[in-house]
């Protein structure tokens, strides 16, 4: 099936809007691919460069190894599935799947074999008489996801094909989806803005802040070791544990990692001592997941931070409590709103809180007068400071992020203690670039 190749492609629109910036991207034979980012990011122009639908400002698509800026739409062999997908409402649910053969000359005969193969397929098998307006939301999407499989294509696009369902019909067609196009064994580039969609449906996961690509790897790559504060803060739920931290070097013993009121100390025995140990004297950024917490008793001694209950949010499963610490959190902006947030831990609770979340590259919202400089700048640019001083805004008292048991016997204002798996940190300089042993 088609691979797809973008070399520095970028997409300025006659407005100057920047959407895609200098975007590197492969996709492999027979791959799901999964374009994550919030909304805005250049996700959907991405996929409609790949698909002709919009042309480069520079940089080359190539579908099979062959530059293919200049092939139609229409010759691409690719099939585009979009998150408003139109069928047609006056036609049957068998006409509908069966249209692009039409288009295409097929014979009738062939187009009722073929669209009851794949109709069987997506478990529509019995509605195909009916008209679009007489189906369910799932059973619509499927139709659609029908009419791009029936022309057997090389390459599917999917635009956030499942954000308009709801959350029960979204889980179930994550599966069949990733499912079927891995059984046909097509290539696929699926444009999301949830996270949990990403990490569960994706051979790899390509993740873009603002044009701008910022990691790619499988969902355990991408999770386990990010390669930006961006990426880190991005995925997961609850969300990761960004804390600033000053490094001192005790050499041959250790790194101390001071988190305002407490420290952390990275044994130099540990493989990253070392890479880490560049940075004395010098601001970090520690990110804990909070898979990387567990509660112990209070007043417990070595890799522990003490803390007090701010409050808790029970989620059934599990609750979540949030740890008063001492230390200062870095605020990541552009984080989205994804549905996972709206109910979830983080995203809700800074609403509540009217908290106002700032960029990566830690400029206040509001440009402050010395910022006024930066409109050259792209603010996908990394090079400015998570850390400095100047924007105040995207520092706060930290709130750690722990699981506990479901409805545990705490409650705010108590004291929570949580031994740290130092295995599990990670580091970010000042840039908000991965710092680990083997980085690029
Ligand atoms: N035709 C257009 N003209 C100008 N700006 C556009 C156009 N299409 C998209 N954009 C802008 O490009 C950026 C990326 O858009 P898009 O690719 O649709 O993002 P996403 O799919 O990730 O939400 C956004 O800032 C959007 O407003
Ligand atoms: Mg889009």
Redesign the pocket.
Known sequence: MTTVALKDVTKV?S?G?I?VDNVNLDVNDGEFMVLL?P???????VLRMIAGLEDPSSGAVLLDGELANDIPPRDRRVAMVFQDFALYPHMTVGDNIAFPLRLAGVDAGSRAERVADVASALGIGDVLARRPGQLSGGQRQRVAMGRAIVRRPGLFLMDEPLSNLDSGLRAELRAEISGLVRELGVSTVY?THDQAEALTMADRVAIMRKGVLQDVGTPTEVYGRPATLYVAAFLGSPRMNLLEASVYVHLDRYVALNLGDQALYLPWSDIRARAVSHYHGERIVVGLRAEALTPVAPGGSGDVLQGRIRFLEHHGHESLAYLDIGATAIMVDDLGGTPAESTGATGGRMRRLGSVMQRLTGRPAEPAAADQDQSGGRTGDKRESVLSDGGRHHRRPAELAVRLAPYPAVAPGHPLAVSVRMDALHFFDERGDRIDVGWR
């Open positions: 629109f407005d809007t959407a980012g909304s805005g990011c250049g996700k959907s122009t444009v």
